[in-house]
C-alpha cells in the first residue's frame, strides 16, 4: 500500500494546512496584540482545545506561561515538537470535562479541528448547511480531567481559551471559581450550547462580554456587554455567520474594543 492511500495520509494533509493556516504570515502580531489584553508578562494562559498551538505560541511570545491541553494523539505529539525545550509550556493529552473519569473523543481525519466529544455537535453537524460533508470515521477513549483540576495542578490560570467543538458548556460546568477572562467558541448550529456556557459563568462572577465572528481578532460590539445582551446577539445572529468566539472578563477595561 502506497503512502498516499494510507488511513493516516488525510489527517496529515489536514495537520499541515492548519499549520500553514494559523502559523501564517503576519498573524502573530495580530493575535499577539489582541491577547495581549488578557495576559502579561509572567501570568498563566490554558490552551484548551490547543490543536496546533498557535495560542500557546501567542501565550509564550507574550511572556505568559502556557498549559496546552489536546486529546488528539498527533496533534499532541506535535505540540511536544513545537515546544520542545520549553520548560514555560507543559502540555496534557486529555480530554476536559464537568468532572473526572473518561470520555470519548470522536475524530474527523480529514479536519481534525473539530474532533469532537459531544455526539450532540456532531448530530446538528448532520443538519447544518455547510457542515453536512464532515465526517466522524474515528473515536478513542481518553481520561477526562477539569477545569478545577488543571487550576489546582498547574495554577489558576489568568486567561482560558476554550475550543472544544460543541462541549464548551460541559468544559466550564467544571470550574466552580471564577478566573480573571476566558474565551469559548460558539457555533451558530448549536446556539444553546453558547447559552449555557453564558449563564454558567453568569453565576461564577460579574462578567462583562464581547464577541468575535469568525477568526476576526476584533470585538464586533464597541464595548464590553451583560450576559442578557450578549445572549441576544448571539440569538439574533444569521446562521451564516457559523462560528466565532465569546470573551469574558472580570475586568471589564480589558475587553474594549
Not at 72 to 99: K, N, T
Not at 100 to 125: D, Q
Amino acid at each position: 500500500m502506497s503512502g498516499a492511500s494510507s488511513p493516516l495520509a488525510p489527517q496529515a494533509v489536514a495537520i499541515g494546512r492548519s499549520l500553514r493556516t494559523y502559523y501564517a504570515p503576519g498573524r502573530a502580531e495580530l493575535l499577539d496584540g489582541f491577547l495581549g489584553r488578557f495576559l502579561g508578562e509572567g501570568e498563566l494562559g490554558f490552551d484548551i482545545g490547543a490543536h496546533v498551538g498557535d495560542r500557546t505560541a501567542s501565550f509564550r511570545r507574550l511572556g505568559a506561561r502556557a498549559l496546552a491541553v489536546e486529546p488528539q494523539p498527533r496533534l499532541a505529539r506535535l505540540l511536544r515538537m513545537v515546544f520542545r525545550g520549553d520548560p514555560q509550556v507543559a502540555i496534557l493529552q486529555a480530554l476536559c470535562g464537568s468532572q473526572k473519569g473518561e470520555g470519548r473523543l470522536h475524530l474527523n481525519a480529514a479536519n481534525p479541528t473539530v474532533a469532537t466529544a459531544s455526539e450532540a455537535f456532531i448530530k446538528a453537524a448532520a443538519r447544518a448547511e455547510g457542515w453536512k460533508d464532515q465526517v466522524w470515521d474515528g473515536a478513542i477513549t481518553l481520561p477526562v480531567t477539569t477545569l478545577d483540576a488543571l487550576a489546582a495542578g498547574h495554577g489558576t490560570p489568568h486567561f482560558i481559551k476554550l475550543d472544544v467543538e460543541g462541549y464548551e458548556a460541559s468544559v466550564l460546568a467544571g470550574l466552580s471559581k471564577p478566573v480573571r477572562s476566558l474565551s469559548f467558541e460558539f457555533t451558530t448550529m448549536q446556539r444553546r450550547v453558547a447559552l449555557d456556557a453564558i449563564r454558567t459563568l453568569e453565576s461564577l462572577g460579574d462578567y462583562a462580554f464581547n464577541a468575535c465572528v469568525g477568526e476576526e481578532h476584533r470585538f464586533v460590539l464597541p464595548a464590553p456587554v451583560h450576559a442578557g445582551t450578549l445572549s441576544r446577539w448571539l440569538e439574533a445572529l444569521p446562521d451564516s455567520v457559523n462560528s466565532g468566539d465569546v470573551y469574558a472578563s472580570l475586568e471589564a477595561q480589558r475587553v474594549t474594543a
